[in-house]
C-alpha cells in the first residue's frame, strides 16, 4: 500500500517535458528521466560552432531540467534505431522531413523498454492536446499509445483531465486531481505554471528542438537523397548538413561553404574526407566539395570559393585546390559574379 511508484519521463530539455515531470514529483512519485539522441537534435550544435552565438548560453537543457528537478537522466544513443523512423515513418511527414507520429511512438516504445529492463511502473511526456499539428491531437494521441505498447502506462499530466483515466490514476499513483487539462498551442499556461513552481530560465517554449522540422534543413536532406540516388545517410551527412551555405552547381557534386570562422572551424574536421578549396592571396572561407568533380567542376568551384571571399570584386584570387588524395595545387579564377550564380543553385 505504501509503495513508492517510479516513472520514468520523456525529457527533451523543453518546458513541457520540465514541468510534467515536476508535476509527478510533487506527487511523490520517484521520477527518472531519460533522452534519445537521434542526431538531429538542434540544442549545442550550432550554438556552439557559430562565432555570432558565442556568447549564447551553451548547454544540454535536457542535462539542465534534469539538475533543476533533481532527478536522473539517461541519454541514449539511437541514431541507427532511428533511421526507420525518418526513412520509411509509417503514418508519413509533417509540413517538412518531420516523422512527428512516427517518432513520438518510436520514444514512447524505447521508453517502455527502459521502464520494464528498470522495473519503473508507468512513463510521462509533456504532450498537450492540440499543441502539435501531427503528433499531439486528439485522435493521434492514443495512437502513440497503442503503437508503442505503453497503452495506458502512458501519462500526459499537462492534459490528463481531458483523457480517459490511465492506470496511473485508477490505481491511485496519482491524484487525478493534482494533474493538469491544457490545450491548444497557446503556452500561456505552461509559463504561468512555470511561474507557480518557481521555474525559471528554462528553454524558450516552442523553439522547436529537431532540425527536421526546419524547412530548410529539410530541402538540404532531400537533396541529398535525390543527388546519391538512394534514401540513407551517415552521422557526419545530417551533421553537415547543420553548417554552412550549400549550393549544387550541377547534379553531381555540391559545395559546402563556411560563413564565418566558427563554422571554418567546424569544416576543418571534414575536410580530409573531402576536396576542399580555400582562397590563398584573400580571406575566405573553407569550402567542401560532395561528389564527383571533373577539371572543369573543379574550376567552377573554385570560383565559387573565389566569389564567397574578400577578393569577390577583384579580376583574379588563387585558390588553393587539396584532393582527397592529399595532392594540392593552385588556381588563379576569376570569382564568378553574383548574377553568374542561379538561384536555383542554393540549396
Not at 8 to 27: R, T
Not at 80 to 87: I, M, N, P, R, S
Not at 185 to 206: H, V
Not at 262 to 276: A, D, I
Request: glycine fraction near 8%; aromatic fraction near 8%.
Amino acid at each position: 500500500m505504501n509503495q513508492q511508484r517510479k516513472a520514468i519521463a520523456l525529457i527533451s530539455g523543453g518546458l513541457d517535458s520540465m514541468l510534467a515531470a515536476k508535476v509527478i514529483l510533487e506527487q511523490g512519485v520517484h521520477v527518472e528521466g531519460i533522452n534519445f539522441y537521434t542526431g538531429f537534435c538542434v540544442e549545442g550544435h550550432t550554438h556552439a560552432i557559430r562565432e555570432r552565438d558565442r556568447r549564447r548560453p551553451k548547454r544540454n537543457n535536457a542535462l539542465w531540467v534534469a539538475e533543476q528537478l533533481g532527478i536522473k537522466l539517461a541519454i541514449i544513443d539511437v541514431i541507427d534505431e532511428y533511421k526507420e523512423v525518418v526513412l520509411n515513418p509509417k503514418h508519413g511527414y509533417g509540413v517538412n522531413m518531420n516523422p512527428c507520429l512516427d517518432c513520438k511512438g518510436f520514444m514512447v516504445k524505447k521508453a517502455l523498454q527502459w521502464m520494464q529492463a528498470n522495473s519503473f511502473d508507468f512513463i510521462i511526456t509533456g504532450e498537450v492536446v492540440g499543441q502539435r499539428p501531427m503528433s499531439q491531437r486528439s485522435n493521434t494521441m492514443p495512437i502513440v499509445a497503442k503503437e508503442s505498447g505503453a497503452g495506458d502506462r502512458l501519462l500526459r499530466p499537462l492534459c490528463a483531465k481531458l483523457m480517459p483515466p490511465t492506470l496511473p490514476e485508477r490505481e491511485a499513483w496519482v491524484t487525478r486531481a493534482h494533474l493538469h487539462e491544457f490545450n491548444g498551442r497557446s503556452r500561456k499556461p505552461q509559463m504561468a505554471l512555470a511561474e507557480q513552481f518557481g521555474i525559471t530560465n528554462y528553454a524558450q517554449p516552442a523553439g522547436g528542438c529537431c532540425f527536421l522540422t526546419n524547412e530548410s534543413y529539410s530541402q538540404k536532406l532531400a537533396d541529398l537523397w535525390q543527388a546519391r540516388k538512394t534514401r540513407d545517410y551517415e552521422l557526419d551527412d545530417i551533421m553537415l548538413l547543420k553548417v554552412g551555405r550549400h549550393l549544387r552547381p550541377r547534379p553531381h557534386f555540391k559545395i559546402i561553404v563556411g560563413r564565418e570562422a566558427g563554422e571554418n572551424k567546424y569544416l576543418e574536421g571534414y575536410r580530409h574526407q573531402f576536396t576542399h578549396f580555400r582562397t590563398v592571396n584573400y580571406t575566405g572561407p573553407l569550402v567542401l566539395l560532395d561528389g564527383k568533380a571533373d577539371e572543369n567542376d573543379v574550376e567552377l568551384a573554385a570560383r565559387l570559393t573565389a566569389r564567397f571571399s574578400q577578393g569577390k570584386n577583384s579580376e583574379s584570387v588563387h585558390v588553393l585546390v587539396e584532393e582527397k588524395s592529399g595532392t594540392s595545387y593552385t588556381l588563379d579564377v576569376r570569382p564568378l559574379h553574383q548574377d553568374e550564380i542561379p538561384k536555383e543553385w542554393y540549396i
